[in-house]
Nanobody
C-alpha cells in the first residue's frame, strides 16, 4: 500500500509564495524512484510542474522555471515545492506523484496524492 499526503495549499495574492509538501508512506515492498508535482486547472489537462529523480536531477515546466523549486528529503520520503512570484495563472489543483519499484524490481508504478488547491488572486 502506498499513500501520498499533500499539504500546504491555500490562497495567496499575486507575487506571494507558498510551499507545498508531500509525504510518501509505503510498505517495505516498495522503493521510491522519482517524485513530481503536477497541476490541473479547470478545463485544462494535467501538466507537469516539476520532477526530481532519485539522484536529485530536477526538471521544470517552462511556465514555472525560475519561480518554483522542487526539493526532496530522502530520509523522510517527502518532496517539497517552493513556489515564489505566484501568478493568477498558477491557480490549479496541485498533485503529488511518485513512481515506485518493488524490492524485487517490478515497476515502475505511479501513485498520486489527493491534490491540494492553490489559488492566486490578482
Amino acid at each position: 500500500q502506498v499513500q501520498l499526503v499533500e499539504s500546504g495549499g491555500g490562497s495567496v495574492q499575486a507575487g506571494g509564495s507558498l510551499n507545498l509538501s508531500c509525504a510518501a508512506a509505503s510498505g517495505s515492498t516498495f522503493r521510491i524512484n522519482n517524485m513530481a508535482w503536477y497541476r490541473q486547472a479547470p478545463g485544462n489537462e494535467r501538466e507537469m510542474v516539476a520532477k526530481i529523480g532519485n539522484g536529485g536531477t530536477t526538471n521544470y515546466g517552462d511556465s514555472v522555471k525560475g519561480r518554483f523549486t522542487i526539493s526532496r528529503d530522502y530520509a523522510k520520503n517527502t518532496v517539497y515545492l517552493q513556489m515564489n512570484s505566484l501568478k493568477p495563472e498558477d491557480t490549479a489543483v496541485y498533485y503529488c506523484q511518485a513512481s515506485y519499484y518493488t524490492t524485487w524490481g517490478a515497476g515502475p508504478y505511479d501513485f498520486w496524492g489527493q491534490g491540494t488547491q492553490v489559488t492566486v488572486s490578482s
